[in-house]
């Protein structure tokens, strides 16, 4: 599959940098390989900590806030694929192919990462949950995004616009979508399914 280059400037030069830095630090290449490929498990458990701490607040707008987030996030990752056509930047192994690649090689395309843009939904949303939360996400979004650069999967500019992607899709709906959701919210907790929205009496 053809791809465009690396344009940006300084965009495989810091890959390289990256690259080369993975090569000497053969001992994180376990724990940063497992992050690179299964951090979206930690992301779902984060919606699923927000969810619990929306639910034991009994605020319908935080759990709308919490909704808003899991279906922004969803949203952000399907924009996210004609992005990906559109610009049809190649991997970077297949511009250089002697870079050290910790990861299985893939045929799609490059920028932005699919990987990044759910992250940065996810850690933005979180941070109108609980803030606490959301700067952990935060902070768990930025080492997701260099580790996909760290295994060869991706140049820094596909993971930079991948949170920055996700971010402004979750951001963008969130002075719509959570007061759309919130009556829905309170609907639901007066219902037999209060328990999925509220702890609270």
């Known amino acids: 599959m053809a791809g465009a280059p690396a344009t940006i400037p300084g965009n495989e030069s810091l890959f390289r940098g990256i690259n080369d830095f993975a090569a000497s630090t053969g001992w994180l290449h376990g724990p940063l390989v497992f992050y690179a490929k299964y951090g979206p498990v930690l992301f779902a458990g984060l919606l699923v900590a927000g969810w619990w701490v929306a639910r034991r607040s009994g605020e319908a707008r935080r759990m709308a806030v919490l909704v808003w987030t899991a279906v922004g996030t969803l949203l952000a990752v399907a924009l996210n694929q004609p992005i990906g056509h559109a610009v049809a930047e190649a991997r970077p192994y297949t511009a250089m192919p002697h870079a050290l690649v910790l990861v299985a090689r893939t045929s799609d395309y490059s920028f932005p990462s699919d990987h990044s843009v759910m992250a940065g939904a996810v850690a933005a949303g979180l941070l109108f949950v609980h803030r606490k939360l959301g700067l952990f996400a935060v902070g768990a979004a930025v080492l997701l995004a260099f580790c996909r650069v760290y295994v060869g ?13 996700g971010a402004v899709v979750v951001l963008a709906g969130m002075p719509f979508a959570p007061p759309l959701l919130t009556p829905i919210i309170e609907t639901v907790s007066r219902s037999r399914l209060r328990p999925l929205v509220t702890a609270t009496r």
């Open 153 to 165: 999967a991706h140049y820094p500019i596909d993971v930079l616009a991948g949170l920055a992607l």
